[in-house]
């Protein structure tokens, strides 16, 4: 047998996020206070965004990290939640039904949950390559049969409907990006907090040994089929609940809900977040959506950067940024972290300096090739210059190349910090 | 009649340029278990150094010079990139290939531009072979027909004739046996997937010029590859070609006949509902095999993976 | 770490925000297009013959008002419809007043519902919508709405006129309807259909089938079946891709008649069809190129060319959006209040550069101006595309086309 998804970065370790409150309270404030501080609607608009692929990452995630099955098509259960959503939307609407909108979401969820059990049944018979292939051709159909059925899916328009046309909730008409912004954090913490809760029960443990060894497991007693069904079915509800979440920001569901392109975007935040920790995905998601949204408003090689930012995640932090942060556990435990704070700005601010001035070059190249004649100038990190003369290509050069020199040099003293810091020897900062 | 015949040879040029894709991709899948997501990126990057090599140096240049460019490309990125990542375990390993054909994209977008290259059919091959009943079959499609079956003959000889296929056979399956004997493996995984690669390569300098080169040729090609492997087999190089025969013919077929659903229906034994217009299933009843000819290899794939997990000629589970 | 993982991200977002501060003298239209991905070239050529437009007519000249400069904003869709909405939200915040979209229809649908909800939510920081090329008919009937305005002539408009040229060529007895399988392909598809049926009942649909948009690698089994059915004509509504693997594959499996359709022209499409499109390729727009309308037109071009040797002047309509919108502005007198603006396009009479005159009727927001069918060829072009010997010309002009034609549009007005 393959085992194309047996093995993830690091194992999701027990303790690594205690059971204790003080994140979630510190994240339910953060959620509170985050709109004073950007009160204008974009960055509402940006976080409402985030939020919902946060969801949408975790939910992917018990898949992925926890129960090691790798899903190529899992924005269709998101995709089916939000139509379904969008569905109940306008029939309140035409009959006046007396649904409050901030239960919306529970139907999402629900349909998703039932369309997982659907495909379920078929897929998690097996993991590894076969769970993954069947995972794409249903992906692949639904986004297909998207434009075939239009009474369904409107076809590539997609359908819409108005979120204020339901009764107000408490007063509130969910006419303001902000109203919007808490319905969605409410369904965040609900959401995490539930998903949390599922690894630490039996089943969801259970996950993780039969993503570990399957075979054990089914020496143990408990099948592996059923176990992969619970964990696809909980997290089709999660996927369902991030869909009616984008019903209602968006008020539009089209094809691009359910391609197969979402579905391999969410594979990759989540695997950028890091798959091994709970909250690895959050990061990724946050990170992503200001790759996408933020960084696009400023180069056209977004995606440029996204692939190269991918590739070396990939190729030196496999376990993703939260794998980073965590390998810093180990020398904050025994108290060594001071030793690092040194080498790291020696280290890592000329390396910054690099990546910057490598940036910064690609730029000029694209801005040299592409821009009309006559616009020779350019702006970059609140720089503006002339793109076509040579005193700006020679400083970016050697700014870059010294901070390169710097950083190769005082690498291996990092290094040595690194090792100091986390002596006595342990295991934890091998990833 | 005629138009059955026409119809076998287009199906037979859509599946053997399947077939150099998959050829590569099922010694690559097998042996390594990545599934290579930037495999049709270099069929992407055969077609546009094909295209600047025949700017210079004309068509016959490009299909020579660009595999061996793209195949050395990819014994690079496997020498340098995967074999660094294989460590992590394959999540990682796909992730990696994930990201590479981003990669690739942009890198082509940056260096060609946005827009289609005007990649042609050289001159030689630029008249109609013959014609039946009134449709022309192109010369090229002949040539295209030509290559694609030595390849798979040099292919099956080296594979199953040489000693280094042998070698490559049994890494196929037990790489660990075949390290102990003292081959060196990582250099046969780094040979394979550059080999896979250039036929990639070969697959881009000939479908170029007719299926047009552009930025978005290798996302439209998308996942089919991994579809025609896993409907073969994993590993099985005539389950490649059997995969890529059997797409190319259904979806010609299903293309060029414009059966209906509800023809189907009927012939069953179920009636059409009297107001269609109103019906939930509308959609349904309305559907057409070309509108659905893409997604059978898919259906087919998942059919397969239910009721024969091995795939039509593989020995070994999905 | 969430803690400061959020911090880093406040960070970013208030960077964001801050170079959004408005100047007073400048007037912004967001170009909400696709920048990046497989579009991203009809969208980049866009958006330079935007800003262009912009500078060479307006900002030239002294701007409009008391000398207020435009400034065209690009704003990556992604093609995708959700990154369109949040594209729109961030620069309704910048303080633009003004968006412009053009490429897939499906967005303009959910842009110009967008912009119909935020301008009824939020009275005080209104926009308008400068549809620039989306030509569902939807968009100016059931679905339209008064701050949505489209420049281009709608797909059903643009069939009208190209029915009209078809019907009057007798050696046509037998058409063929191909098309990309969404609302676009399916209006081109029944306005093809109901025009022809009803200016020359003899014609014979032998062939009237959807494919799926962007998926299709190969289209020798469509060409066989076109050729199998002895077609003397083509229609297709196909674009990008789409076009030129159709349009190759047709003519390479030995179809010899004229292929009629929209977008075969510019980016790229021009120059990859090269000699093997000659004669065939017949296609309908707004807007001539060649042979040159004036020494203006002309200016325009070669200003163009200057500036952008690569591009082309492929969506000549572009120049009117800003001409117009400049013309309204001054006429309201007001670059803020988007009502008196809009006001001020309703039913709007303007002299095109290229040749036209545009009308834009106040009952549903349509532009009305000359069509004219042109083939795709290599003699008497002044104006190549793509680097190619290549070009359009003007065959045929349909005046003022559609003029009276009936929309299902009920239009409310604030």
Not at chain 1, 120 to 138: D, K, N, P, Q
Not at chain 2, 21 to 46: E, P, Q
Not at chain 3, 67 to 91: C, H, R, T, Y
Request: with cysteine.
């Amino acid at each position: 047998m393959s085992d194309t998804a047996k093995t993830t970065a690091s194992p999701q370790r027990a303790g690594a996020m205690s059971l204790t409150l003080g994140p979630w309270i510190v994240a339910a404030l953060l959620l509170l206070v985050l709109p004073f501080i950007f009160d204008n609607n974009s960055s509402i608009t940006i976080m409402n965004q985030m939020w919902i692929t946060v969801i949408f990452a975790l939910a992917y995630n018990m898949l992925l990290g926890q129960g090691g099955m790798l899903s190529f098509g899992h924005a269709v259960y998101m995709g089916m939640g939000g139509f379904l959503c969008m569905h109940v939307m306008n029939y309140v609407e035409d009959f006046g039904i007396a649904l409050p909108l901030p239960v919306l979401p529970l139907f999402g969820g629900l349909f998703g949950m039932g369309f997982a059990m659907l495909i379920g049944a078929i897929s998690t018979s097996g993991a590894g390559t076969r769970f993954a292939m069947i995972s794409l051709g249903v992906g692949e159909l639904v986004a297909a049969c998207s434009v075939i059925i239009v009474a369904f899916f409107g076809g590539e328009e997609g359908i819409s409907g108005d979120r204020t046309y339901g009764l107000p909730f408490f007063g509130i008409e969910f006419l303001k990006q902000i109203e919007v912004y808490y319905l969605i954090s409410f369904w965040l913490m609900l959401s995490a907090a539930l998903m949390y809760l599922f690894s630490r029960t039996p089943v969801g443990r259970m996950a993780n040994a039969v993503r570990d060894n399957p075979e054990r497991a089914q020496f143990l007693g408990y099948s592996s089929r059923w176990v992969r069904f619970y964990s696809f079915m909980a997290s089709g509800f999660f996927c369902g609940i991030a869909g009616g979440l984008f019903a209602i920001n968006y008020e539009i569901l089209t094809e691009e809900n359910l391609n197969t392109s979402s579905s391999g975007i969410i594979l990759l935040v989540t695997f950028l977040g890091g798959v091994g920790f709970f909250f690895g995905p959050i990061i990724g998601a946050i990170a992503f959506t200001l790759l996408q949204t933020v960084l696009s408003l400023k180069t056209e090689l977004w995606a440029f950067y996204a692939g190269a930012l991918f590739l070396a995640t990939v190729m030196y932090f496999p376990g993703g940024l939260a794998g980073l942060i965590m390998m810093h556990v180990p020398a904050f435990k025994f108290r060594n972290a001071g030793k690092l704070v040194m080498p790291y700005v020696k280290t890592l601010i000329p390396g910054l300096i690099t990546v910057l001035g490598i940036a910064a070059l690609v730029e000029m190249i694209f801005h040299y090739r592409h821009a009309s004649v006559g616009d020779d100038e350019m702006t970059i990190f609140w720089t503006t210059f002339d793109s076509h003369s040579v005193v700006p290509w020679v400083i970016v050069t050697v700014i870059t190349a010294i901070a390169s020199y710097i950083t190769k040099t005082t690498a291996p003293d990092l290094k040595e910090a690194w090792g100091d810091a986390n002596t006595p020897p342990t295991t934890g900062g091998d990833a | 009649m005629e138009l059955v015949l026409v119809n076998l040879i287009d199906g037979l040029v859509t599946g053997l340029l399947l077939f150099m894709l998959s050829a590569g991709l099922t010694l690559i899948f097998s042996m390594m278990g990545v599934l290579n997501f930037a495999h049709a990126s270099f069929y992407m990057l055969g077609a546009y150094f094909a295209f600047q090599i025949s700017l210079a140096l004309g068509f016959w240049m490009g299909l020579l010079i660009a595999p061996i460019i793209v195949g050395v490309l990819g014994a690079g990125v496997e020498r340098y990139g995967l074999r660094r990542v294989h460590q992590y375990g394959h999540v990682p390993e796909l992730i990696f290939t994930f990201g590479l054909a981003l990669l690739i994209e942009e890198l082509v977008q940056f260096l060609w531009g946005k827009n289609q290259m005007a990649y042609n059919i050289p001159d030689v091959l630029n008249f109609t072979a013959f014609a039946i009943a009134g449709n022309s079959i192109p010369a090229y499609k002949i040539f295209m027909i030509f290559i694609s079956v030595a390849i798979f003959i040099g292919l099956l000889y080296v594979l199953t004739r040489t000693r280094v296929g042998m070698i490559i056979q049994a890494a196929l399956n037990y790489p660990k046996t075949v390290e102990a004997l003292g081959h060196n493996v990582p250099l046969i995984f780094m040979g394979v997937f550059g080999v896979g690669t250039a036929l990639a390569g070969v697959a881009g300098v000939i479908a170029g010029p007719v299926l047009g080169t552009f930025p978005g040729m290798a996302f439209v090609l998308g996942s089919i590859v991994f579809v025609t492997i896993v409907i073969g087999g994993l590993g099985s190089l005539w389950g490649a070609l059997v995969a890529s025969l059997l797409i190319g013919w259904i979806t010609t077929f299903a293309k060029s006949y414009n059966l209906a659903m509800s023809d189907v229906l009927n012939a069953i034994g179920i009636a059409t509902p009297e107001n269609l217009a109103d019906n939930v299933f509308r959609d349904l009843w309305t559907v057409t095999s070309p509108q659905i000819a893409d997604i059978l290899p898919y259906i087919l794939m998942v059919l397969i993976l239910i009721f024969r997990p091995y795939g039509l000629l593989g020995n070994r589970d999905a | 770490m969430r803690k400061s993982m959020k911090l880093g991200l406040g960070a970013v977002l208030a960077l964001t925000v801050s170079s959004a501060a408005v100047t007073a003298d400048t007037i912004k239209v967001a170009f909400i297009d696709p920048l990046s991905g497989p579009f991203a070239s009809t969208g980049t050529n866009g958006l330079h013959q935007f800003e262009f437009a912009a500078d060479y007519m307006i900002n030239q000249n002294g701007g409009v008002l008391e000398g207020d400069m435009f400034e065209v904003i690009g704003f990556d869709n992604k093609i995708s419809p959700k990154e369109s909405l949040i594209q729109l939200q961030v620069a309704i915040d910048q303080g633009i007043r003004f968006i412009a979209q053009g490429n897939s229809s499906g967005v303009a649908n959910a842009i110009t519902e967008a912009v119909n909800k935020h301008n009824k939510r939020n009275p005080d920081d209104r926009v308008l919508f400068l549809n620039y090329a989306a030509v569902d008919p939807a968009l100016t009937n059931d679905k339209c709405n008064f701050w949505h305005f489209r420049f281009d002539a709608n797909a059903d408009i643009k069939m009208d006129a190209l029915t009209d040229v078809m019907a009057a060529d007798e050696s046509i007895k037998k058409v063929y309807v191909i098309g990309q399988d969404y609302s676009f392909g399916k209006a081109v598809a029944a306005a093809a259909v109901a025009n022809l049926t009803a200016k020359r009942p003899d014609i014979e649909i032998v062939g009237n089938e959807l494919h799926p948009i962007g998926k299709v690698k190969d289209f020798t089994p469509y060409s066989r079946k076109i050729v199998a059915s002895g077609a003397d004509a083509v229609i297709t509504g196909n674009w990008g891709s789409d076009m030129l693997g159709l349009g190759k594959s047709v003519i390479e499996n030995g179809y010899t008649g004229p292929i009629y359709t929209y977008y075969a022209a510019g980016s790229g499409i021009t120059g990859a069809f090269g000699e093997t499109g000659k004669g065939v390729i017949r296609l309908v727009g707004e807007g001539q190129i060649n042979p040159p309308v004036s020494d203006a037109a002309s200016d325009y071009y070669n200003a163009f060319k200057v500036k952008f040797p690569d591009g082309n002047v492929d969506q000549p309509r572009i120049s009117n959006v800003i001409g117009m919108l400049a013309q309204a502005i001054n006429a309201a007198g007001t670059a803020d209040d988007v009502v008196a603006i809009a006001t001020a396009l309703e039913g709007m009479e303007y002299d095109g550069i290229f040749g036209s005159k545009i009308f834009m009727r106040p009952n549903d927001h349509q532009a009305i101006q000359d069509v004219h069918i042109s083939a795709h060829t290599n003699e008497g072009v002044t104006f190549t595309y793509d680097g190619s010997d290549y070009g359009t010309v003007t065959e045929t002009t349909v005046s003022m086309a559609a003029m009276d034609s009936t929309s299902t549009c009920d239009m409310q007005r604030p």
